[in-house]
């Protein structure tokens, strides 16, 4: 099986966290958070007996400046077995970077890449992709505001190979940001879903190996 090199953090992910810290990024008239989060993922493979579920930690950060904004995700989570098939448990790490340009409305363009690492290599799919798709953020009330972006993942590739069609990966979010002081402490609440019909092919014809993963994320920013 071919090995993902893309798999790991390599240079696109030190450029994503540089820009989100380096002191080069003047925060005047623009809008910054950042702060850690509890995650809760689910995790399947092939089939649903091959299903794992698990915990672990994260960060989160965004930016906001006239009409451009980006977000910076990130996560570990454990995964151990709890479908039909007794399997060897695993470490996701993941890296989310998307980059956005308001169009009109509450809508703007978004464009990034995600990167997940799975240790001990094999056990579950490594994988990397470009994202493309589309943001909305609306405010339900005083200090509460909602947001959902959804898009494509193109040209993914894959530890143990592997081809997906044009549209055959997926991927939907839902945020929740909530004013806890004054704007400068914010509760964060977050749903990601990814979905991807993946085939493999053993020399006999294409056979599906759909991946779908599922993630519960909870936490606190600071806002400056």
């Known amino acids: 099986m071919r090995r993902l090199r893309g798999g790991r953090w390599g240079g696109s992910t030190i450029l994503a966290v540089a820009l989100f810290t380096s002191p080069a990024v003047s925060l005047t008239a623009q809008q910054f958070s950042i ?11 092939t089939s649903a007996d091959l299903r794992y579920q698990g915990g672990g ?18 996560w570990k989570i454990k995964y151990k ?13 993941e890296v989310n970077v998307r980059l956005r340009y308001y169009v009109a409305g509450p809508i703007s363009a978004e ?3 995600m990167n997940r690492k799975a240790d001990p290599e094999f056990e579950a799919q490594s994988m990397g992709a470009v994202t493309a798709g589309a943001y909305m953020s609306h405010p339900l009330g005083p200090g509460v505001r909602v947001a959902l ?4 993942m193109l040209g993914p590739k894959f530890s143990g190979g592997g081809s997906v069609s044009g549209l055959g990966a997926v991927r939907l979010g839902l945020g929740l940001t909530v004013d806890a002081l004054h704007g400068r402490v914010l509760v964060t609440g977050d749903y990601d879903f990814q979905s991807v019909s993946r085939e493999t092919d053993n020399g006999n014809g294409a056979l599906p190996a759909p991946i779908q993963q599922s ?9 400056f």
Do not use: C, N
């Open 149 to 152: 972006d959804g898009g494509l």
């Open 35 to 45: 702060g850690p989060q509890l995650v809760f993922g689910d995790y399947r493979e």
């Open 57 to 74: 930690l994260g960060a989160k950060a965004a930016m906001h400046w006239k009409k451009f904004s980006a977000a910076l995700a990130l």
């Open 215 to 223: 993630l519960g994320r909870i936490g606190l920013a600071i806002a």
């Open 81 to 93: 077995s709890a479908g039909g098939v007794v399997a060897t448990e695993f470490d996701a790490t």
């Open 111 to 113: 464009l990034g890449f």
